[in-house]
T-cell receptor, first 117, second 111 residues
Framework: GAVVSQHPSRVICKSGTSVKIECRSL??????MFWYRQFPKKSLMLMAT?????????EQGVEKDKFLINHASLTLSTLTVTSAHPEDSSFYIC?????????????FGPGTRLLVL | GESVGLHLPTLSVQEGDNSIINCAYSNSASDYFIWYKQESGKGPQFIID?????DKRQGQRVTVLLNKTVKHLSLQIAATQPGDSAVYFC??????????FGAGTRLFVKA
């Protein structure tokens, strides 16, 4: 099956620094990737849609200058949390969409746990 | 606003019993629904999906039922095993790949 990876799997950073998280589709090309955020014991909240070669589409309430998304190739999307603060600590999950004929399937990465001190 | 939610936040079942996890959705225009399983510290794992032109779909030990009249979705797991312990999310596909998740139900399987 299709595989999506994320790097790093966990990261600890100091408040005020920026952190980049990578999402890769390993065996398929994805024109569309998604970034989710998940707090403990909560559901996944869609943050933005990452479109290859164009600007990301952000959900309401998500600061685009805070969460920078770049989808420069068909297999890689990056999420950069700029000037991170403790409230940005969360589990970040990406997904990649794969189309096979008329079937559209979304594959999720293993997640990145961010802790901001 | 439009949302996908769950009736029960936790469900505890005996190993070997059947499990039923319920979900309500509010967007009548949604035409594709998915159930995901998420284990602690991992990303969601696809279990089964169903389109709105169907009311039932079966997989291996799992069945999804869709009742469009009352906007209700359920996941049935047969002969529940300890490895089924996880959080289960129903999700609504609102067009293309964009997926909105419900609140989640934690399933505990007692040995």
């Amino acid at each position: 099956g299709a595989v999506v990876s994320q790097h790093p799997s966990r990261v600890i950073c100091k408040s005020g620094t920026s952190v980049k998280i990578e999402c890769r589709s390993l065996d398929f090309q994805a024109t569309t990737m998604f970034w989710y955020r998940q707090f403990p014991k909560k559901s996944l909240m869609l943050m933005a849609t990452s479109n290859e070669g164009s600007k990301a589409t952000y959900e309401q309430g998500v600061e685009k200058d805070k969460f920078l998304i770049n989808h420069a190739s068909l297999t890689l999307s990056t999420l950069t949390v700029t000037s991170a603060h403790p409230e940005d600590s969360s589990f970040y999950i990406c997904s990649a969409g794969r189309t096979s004929g008329t079937q559209e399937t979304q594959y999720f990465g293993p997640g990145t746990r961010l802790l901001v001190l | 606003g439009e949302s996908v939610g769950l009736h029960l936040p936790t469900l505890s079942v005996q190993e070997g019993d059947n499990s039923i996890i319920n979900c309500a959705y509010s967007n009548s225009a949604s035409d594709y629904f998915i159930w995901y399983k998420q284990e602690s510290g991992k990303g969601p794992q696809f279990i089964i999906d169903i389109r709105s032109n169907m009311d039932k779909r079966q997989g291996q030990r799992v069945t999804v039922l869709l009742n469009k009249t009352v906007k209700h979705l359920s996941l049935q797991i047969a002969a529940t095993q300890p490895g089924d312990s996880a959080v289960y999310f129903c999700a609504e596909n609102t067009g293309g790949f964009k997926t909105i998740f419900g609140a989640g139900t934690r399933l505990f399987v007692k040995a």
